[in-house]
């Protein structure tokens, strides 16, 4: 059975553009949450969408977005890229996305903002 | 706020110590705890504990929960190198969904 699967998984952009991050779950598991992990500040969780609606959110500032598609895959969206974006981006799903449900995690997407 | 503390922050033993991993809580409305083992890459799912007092066993590691206390443990017996990693502890509660709250995490050292 495939695990989460994310995309692209290094990615370098630049202050000011934005990146798209997808994630596929694994198959049957209709909940996906994205998480940010930085040295300084460890894992925060940005977001979770279930059945294709933003369930959950984190203390994120509106630059930070994300959509899931009728599949159950995800994308996640960073506009305006600042330095302090730079961080290991995990994307994780669950089969039904309460909280006593394993939550298993993706390889993730290193972004570095120069 | 849900929150999570972690002890010690960081650990260093050699090849064949016993370690213990320690997690402490507050969340509203528990729901689960898991533990998460992470080298350079994503974490690898370990334990989920939603039950007081029954341990979970996998190999060498195992852990606890003490739902009166807030706080859990992860036991590490006859260790070896490749248990050098970060260890993370999380809790999700009843009506958050599939969000966790993690801890800063315990980075083990192993010698050989």
């Known amino acids: 059975k495939a695990g989460v699967t994310q995309t692209p998984r290094y990615l370098i952009k630049t202050r000011g553009q934005q990146v798209t991050l997808s994630c596929s779950p694994i198959?049957?598991?209709?909940?996906v949450s994205w998480y940010q992990q930085t040295p300084g500040q460890g894992l925060q969780f940005l977001f979770e969408?279930?059945?294709?609606?933003?369930?959950n959110k984190g203390n994120f500032p509106g630059r930070f977005s994300g959509r899931q598609f009728s599949n159950s895959r995800s994308e996640m969206n960073v506009s305006t890229l600042e330095l302090g974006d730079s961080a290991l981006y995990l994307c994780a799903s669950s089969r039904v996305g309460t909280g006593g449900n394993t939550i298993y995690f993706g390889e993730g997407s290193w972004l570095t903002v120069v | 706020e849900d929150k999570v503390v972690q002890s010690p922050l960081s650990l260093v033993v050699h090849e064949g110590d016993t370690v213990t991993l320690n997690c402490s809580y507050e969340v509203t409305n528990f729901r689960s705890l898991l533990w998460y083992k992470q080298e350079k890459k994503a974490p690898t799912f370990l334990f989920m504990l939603t039950s007081s007092g029954i341990e979970k066993k996998s190999g060498r590691l195992s852990s606890i929960l003490d739902k009166k206390e807030l706080f859990s443990i992860l036991n590490i017996t006859a260790t070896q190198t490749g248990d050098s990693a970060v260890y993370l502890c999380a809790v999700g509660g009843e009506t958050s969904g599939s969000r966790l709250t993690f801890g800063e995490g315990t980075q083990l050292t192993v010698n050989p």
């Open positions: 198959s049957g598991h209709r909940s």
């Open positions: 969408y279930f059945s294709e609606t933003q369930r």
